[in-house]
Structure formats: C-alpha cells, structure tokens
C-alpha cells in the first residue's frame, strides 16, 4: 500500500526539526549573513545603477555616429547595447532593498533573507537575458557589417566563448541562490511557532 504523504512528511519534519540547533544558534549566524547581504545588494545596486546610466549614454552616442555616418553596424551596436542598459537597470530596481527598522527576531531575519534571496534571483535570471541580447545582436552586427562592409576582423567564436562563460557564472550564482532560498523556506517552516522564533 502507498503511505500517507502528509504522515511520511509530518514524521520527516519532526525528525529534521530534532536535529537543527537551537534558534539562538541559527539566528546569530543568520544575522551575520544578513548583514553581508545587504552589503552585497547596496554595492550591487551602486554598481547597475552606474553601469546602466552608462550604457544609455553609449548607447545613444554609438546610434548617433551610425546614423549620422551610415554605419548600419553601429545602430545595431546601439540598440543592443540600450536593450542590456535596460536589463541592467530593471536588475537593479529588483535589487533594490527597502530600507525600514533592523530585524530582531529570527522569523523577520529569515523572512528578509528570503526576501532578498528572491531580488537576488530576479537579477541573475534578467542579466541572463542580458548575455542572451549580447549574443543575438553581436551575431545581428556581424551580419550587418559583412554584408555592407567589409569583413570583420576578429571572429564571433572569442565573443560567444566569453558570453558563454559569462552565462555559465550566471546559472551556477543563481543555482546556489535558489538552494539558499529552499534552505530559508525550510526554516520557515521549521521555526513556524511564534514562541520559538522570538
């Protein structure tokens, strides 16, 4: 006969629950990792902030030199360099961490930290599709320029090698993301009581 799925998990959780150290253990290391994320979210904000006001600014002067010179490569330089700049700056608004009183009891530490955890992801998954635009307009320009132009000098293969690993560092951050995220969820769970989480 196939058990009971909410008695097997209801056993499961018990026996897990039994093992983890006691909440004033957890919540320490919690805060201390709580504290080196924020940090990371404040640079990292800073930073695609930068990068993003950046990159409409070349954006629009490499479209302008094409217009104006009729280099049809350069427009589609351009154009993939605003669609990234747009990616880049819809990061950073996911990333952006809303300022209110510090956290004191484990439930609300665990609850900013998922939250967190979950900007986190949103970011990794919108500069993958960063590193995909990359792609399609550099194949896009290539193209352009070898058909009104001459040849270019420097092949595609150095460029997709770069974008490739470029995308790989980004699935294997947001991977370990998306196990951080489980294991807050877990707790969450695991330290549901209000009498044990203050």
């Known amino acids: 006969m196939r058990p009971d799925n909410d008695e097997f998990w209801n056993e499961m959780g018990v026996s897990w629950r039994a093992s983890i150290r006691d909440a004033?253990?957890?919540?320490?290391?919690?805060?201390a990792h709580l504290r080196r994320q924020k940090t990371l979210l404040a640079v990292a904000t800073i930073l695609g902030a930068a990068v993003s006001l950046l990159g409409f600014c070349l954006a629009a002067w490499t479209i302008w030199i094409g217009w104006s010179s009729h280099v049809w490569n350069f427009l589609s330089r351009g154009a993939t360099l605003a669609a990234v700049s747009l990616l880049a700056a819809a990061a950073t608004l996911a990333l952006r961490a809303r300022s209110g009183a510090e956290s004191r009891s484990l439930r609300e530490m665990l609850w900013v930290s998922t939250a967190h955890t979950e900007r986190l992801i949103r970011a990794a998954d919108l500069m993958c599709f960063a590193v995909a635009v990359l792609a399609i307009g550099g194949t896009v320009g290539y193209v352009i320029k070898t058909r009104f132009g001459s040849a270019p000098a420097a092949s595609l293969i150095a460029d997709f090698l770069a974008l490739a690993l470029a995308g790989l560092a980004?699935?294997?951050y947001r991977q370990g993301q998306v196990r951080a995220l489980g294991k807050f969820r877990r707790l969450s769970e695991a330290f549901g009581?209000?009498?044990?989480?203050q």
Do not use: K, N, Q, T
């Open 24 to 31: 004033g253990s957890i919540a320490s290391g919690l805060d």
């Open 193 to 197: 009581s209000e009498s044990e989480l």
């Open 170 to 172: 980004l699935v294997w």
